[in-house]
């Protein structure tokens, strides 16, 4: 399983001209399920991206995960989107390939599964719609962008 995440003050989600999911600040979280992906893996994913430490402290360090963006247990937002092109491989030439994302029914599997986990374990968490041509807004806060990558 692939995420990249990204630190932001607001972020939302549209299909078709409807907002689907919006945060304030929090994590927009792009995921991308790949061949052979579990559950485990889904969990690890989950608990990597809570436990984070990528959110400022007082002093303007990264101390604090979106669990507790201001040290004081004020839970930041979880914005989840699916999106399989993070498994593009470019290697071959023009046209990304895409054979390391998991099959379209395997990758809603998990993409709904994570998405569950996670309103189990945090306050805030809204979607994408999967499958979906979906438009995304964000201001992304730092900028901070980190790639994340759990295997079997």
């Keep these: 399983m692939m995420a990249l995440l990204q630190r932001v003050r607001c972020a ?43 959110f400022s402290d007082a002093a303007g360090k990264m101390n604090h995960s979106v669990q507790d963006m201001d040290g004081a247990g004020q839970a930041g937002g979880l914005l989840l989107i699916s999106q399989f092109t993070l498994a593009a491989d470019t ?39 999967f499958g979906a041509d979906m438009q995304v807004h964000l201001v992304n806060d730092g900028p901070v962008t980190i790639p994340l990558r759990m295997t079997a």
Excluded at 25 to 39: H, I, P, S, Y
């Design 12 to 54: 939302r989600v549209e299909v078709a001209g409807q907002v689907m999911g919006a945060i304030d600040a929090g994590l927009l979280v792009l995921l991308c399920a790949e061949r052979g992906d579990t559950a485990a893996v889904c969990d690890r994913m989950l608990a990597k991206m809570l436990k984070l430490r990528i």
């Design 91 to 129: 290697s071959g030439g023009n046209r990304p390939g895409f054979t390391n994302a998991a099959s379209p029914e395997e990758g809603r599997r998990w993409f709904d599964y994570l998405v569950a986990q996670a309103r189990r374990a945090h306050p805030v968490v809204q979607t994408g719609e």
